[in-house]
Nanobody, 119 residues
Framework: QVQLVESGGGLVQAGGSLRLSCAASGRTFSTYTMGWFRQAPGKEREFVATISWSGASTYSADSVKGRFTISRDNAKNTVYLQMNSLKPEDTAVYYC????????????WGQGTQVTVSS
């Protein structure tokens, strides 16, 4: 069982930056692939970025490549999403999630943190 708590959201102007954090409980955090997702009002949840258990491998959605960076610190049981050059279309609730190693489904989710980018 993994419990996830996101923080770091807020209101920022277009072109600004935010860093989201996701703190995990449980001794097995370092074994999970972690991901960030987002959901804008009236839209379906979409994938943002993922990072392997070791941090050696990352992958991001085309819409955020070159602007967002996912990272993790297993010693702190925390995964991060550094967001630069923010755009109004990045406005959404951002969620972190942990992936089950066998099914490859994201099975543990945080409560989300709101990011609002003003134009």
């Amino acid at each position: 069982q993994v419990q996830l708590v996101e923080s770091g959201g807020g209101l920022v102007q277009a072109g600004g930056s935010l860093r989201l954090s996701c703190a995990a409980s449980g001794r097995t955090f370092s074994t999970y692939t972690m991901g960030w997702f987002r959901q804008a009002p009236g839209k379906e949840r979409e994938f943002v970025a993922t990072i392997s258990w070791s941090g050696a491998s990352t992958y991001s959605a085309d819409s955020v490549k070159g602007r967002f960076t996912i990272s993790r610190d297993n010693a702190k049981n925390t995964v991060y999403l550094q967001m630069n050059s923010l755009k109004p279309e990045d406005t959404a609730v951002y969620y972190c999630a942990a992936q089950d190693g066998r099914s490859k489904r994201y099975v543990y989710w945080g409560q989300g943190t709101q990011v609002t980018v003003s134009s």
